[in-house]
Nanobody
Framework: QVQLVESGGGLVQAGGSLRLSCALS????????MAWFRQAPGKEREFVAS???????????NYADSVKGRFTISRDNAMNTLYLQMNSLKPEDTAVYYC????????WGQGTQVTVSS
């Protein structure tokens, strides 16, 4: 069972940036789509961004409309790591961020808290 460990969250002012990382305990299949999700207090977990496996490129991502143009997903298959660069952060981006495959096939990690102050 692959374990997922998210990191990089924190408190930032609106307009700021953060870079999240997700370390996988083992290599996943390169065909697996990897994704970021988030869950705000009192809300359901929602999709943020995904990236396919075959092309290690920041141009191969899919994004929720709410983050399109501000967030960039990337992956390093050799390092078993997934990233999420978040720019122009807004208070509504405040949530716990999780990584997993898309659709999710592994147990969820603990997530990393992102708090954006206005």
């Amino acid at each position: 069972q692959v374990q997922l460990v998210e990191s990089g969250g924190g408190l930032v002012q609106a307009g700021g940036s953060l870079r999240l990382s997700c370390a996988l305990s083992a290599r996943t299949g390169s065909s697996f789509v990897m994704a970021w999700f988030r869950q705000a207090p009192g809300k359901e977990r929602e999709f943020v961004a995904s990236i396919t496996g075959f092309v290690v490129s920041t141009n191969n991502g899919n994004y929720a409309d709410s983050v399109k143009g501000r967030f960039t997903i990337s992956r390093d298959n050799a390092m078993n790591t997934l990233y999420l660069q978040m720019n122009s952060l807004k208070p509504e981006d405040t949530a716990v961020y999780y990584c997993n495959t898309q659709p999710p096939r592994y147990s969820w990690g603990q997530g990393t808290q992102v708090t954006v102050s206005s």
